[in-house]
């Protein structure tokens, strides 16, 4: 069955990196696209970024085009998300979802957390 | 950028009809797609294409879309449907996702 798990998250303090990585299996990865979706504390979902299985063709959201990057190792099935420059506005819980066709998420992994601390 | 807009929350007894609806610009161009969050979980999609069901989702769930308000439906609450619903639609001239502010079903 479609598992997503991700890792990476953790406390950092803003204005510093972080990548966050998302371990796929049960589906063929290399013609999926992926996207990641965040939600801060109390709050609503937030779409981040998208990646196609074609290449060269991702999407940012506007809160953090420039700053964030989305990109795949196929041969290890794995996602990821480089986040640079990170504010307190950047602190949730980050999902990653496959990409069903026609624009929905149709699979969730269980998320990994952000805190921004001083 | 266009908003979607949903009650923050919906109230419905046990046995009943609950209606969650989701309005903007763009719904009426493509397809809407809803998501159910409990507490501590991670979404999961109940809705796509407006009215399809994933796998393994109950029929008491359903989708419908009219004008520029799209509406998700379910039929015969239960205690366990009780969490926050997203709606959520592609724009894809930048290709972008967008979803809605969220709902609140409460089960009396």
């Known amino acids: 069955q479609v598992r997503l798990v991700e890792s990476g998250g953790g406390v950092v303090q803003p204005g510093t990196s972080l990548r966050l990585s998302c371990e796929a299996s049960?589906?063929?990865?290399?013609?999926?696209?992926m996207h990641w979706v965040r939600q801060a504390p109390g709050k609503g979902l937030e779409w981040v970024a998208f990646?196609?299985?074609?290449?060269?063709?991702?999407s940012y959201a506007d809160s953090v085009r420039g700053r964030f990057d989305i990109s795949r190792d196929i041969s290890k099935n794995t996602l990821y998300l480089q986040m640079n420059s990170l504010t307190v506005e950047d602190a949730a819980v980050y999902y990653c979802?496959?990409?069903?066709?026609?624009?929905?998420?149709?699979?969730w992994g269980q998320g990994t957390l952000v805190t921004l601390s001083a | 950028s266009y908003v979607l807009t949903q009650p923050p929350s919906v109230s419905v007894a046990p046995g009943r009809t609950a209606s969650i609806t989701c309005g903007g610009e763009?719904?009426?161009?493509?397809?809407v797609h809803w998501y159910q969050q409990k507490p501590g979980q991670a979404p999961v999609q109940v809705i796509y294409?407006?009215?399809d069901r994933p796998s393994g989702i109950p029929e008491r769930f359903s989708g419908s879309k009219s004008g520029y308000t799209a509406t998700l439906t379910i039929s015969r609450v239960e205690d366990g449907d009780e969490a926050d619903y997203y709606c959520?639609?592609?724009?894809?001239?930048?290709?972008?996702?967008?979803f809605g502010g969220g709902t609140r079903l409460t089960v009396l």
């Open positions: 979802a496959r990409d069903r066709e026609g624009g929905s998420l149709d699979y």
């Open positions: 049960g589906f063929t990865f290399a013609i999926s696209g």
């Open positions: 990646i196609s299985y074609e290449e060269g063709k991702n």
């Open positions: 763009n719904i009426g161009i493509g397809g």
């Open positions: 294409y407006t009215s």
């Open positions: 959520q639609v592609w724009d894809s001239v930048v290709d972008h996702r967008l």
